[in-house]
């Protein structure tokens, strides 16, 4: 069978330019104007996405001068931390402090007995045993003196005895325990507790 539009009445030619129009529109939209479009809309927002970076790190840039003083205040911050808290015990630098705080108080170091390191997740806590001999208002300098000690030591158990044959310069026998703390470089993990049942090493 012969099909021509020709042999159509007019209005049927003109709907069926109308639908082939139609079609060719929709072709046109779905097979080439969506799938540029959808590109555009990726580009876009990985452009925005780029632009947002850009603005970040001008604002780190911006920053960058704060920062360096902050690090330079924090490093500041950590010397003075290492002189009150070092990282190494030294007990012959301690006990010439502690002798030379003594001397300077009138009173004499009978005793300076390091006990084992207390371990703690930052720091770690080093008590001394001392025994020393002198005068209560001696005894009272020597605490204010070592009080003001850049280290921080701490004084506890103070037992104070009278002497049986007291002198001038020494009527009282005290014994303390002065604890004095050291920054560790790495902070100590808890101890793992195995769980009831379960072997260490044990998977």
Request: net charge positive; charged share 20%.
């Amino acid at each position: 069978m012969d099909l021509s539009l020709t042999k159509l009445p007019w209005y049927a030619q003109v709907g069926a330019f109308v639908v082939l129009a139609v079609g060719g529109c929709g072709a046109f939209l779905y097979y080439y104007e969506m799938p540029v479009r959808a590109e555009m809309a990726a580009r876009q927002a990985q452009l925005d996405s780029l632009r947002a970076d850009i603005t970040k790190g001008l604002e780190t840039a911006r920053k960058l001068p704060e920062f360096r003083s902050q690090v330079t205040e924090l490093e500041g911050r950590l010397q003075n931390l290492r002189a009150v808290l070092p990282e190494e015990k030294d007990a012959a630098d301690l006990l010439r402090r502690m002798q030379t705080v003594a001397t300077q108080s009138n009173l004499e170091i009978k005793g300076f007995k390091p006990s084992p390191t207390v371990m703690k997740q930052l720091h770690a806590e080093w008590p001394i045993t001392l025994q020393l001999e002198g005068t209560y208002h001696n005894l009272a300098i020597f605490f204010d003196r070592v009080g003001k000690f850049t280290r921080i030591v701490n004084i506890t158990g103070l037992d104070v005895k009278a002497n049986d044959k007291p002198e001038p310069n020494s009527t009282i026998t005290a014994t303390c325990v002065a604890t004095t703390f050291v920054l560790l470089d790495k902070p100590n993990n808890p101890p793992q507790v195995n769980k009831p049942g379960v072997k260490a090493g044990s998977s």
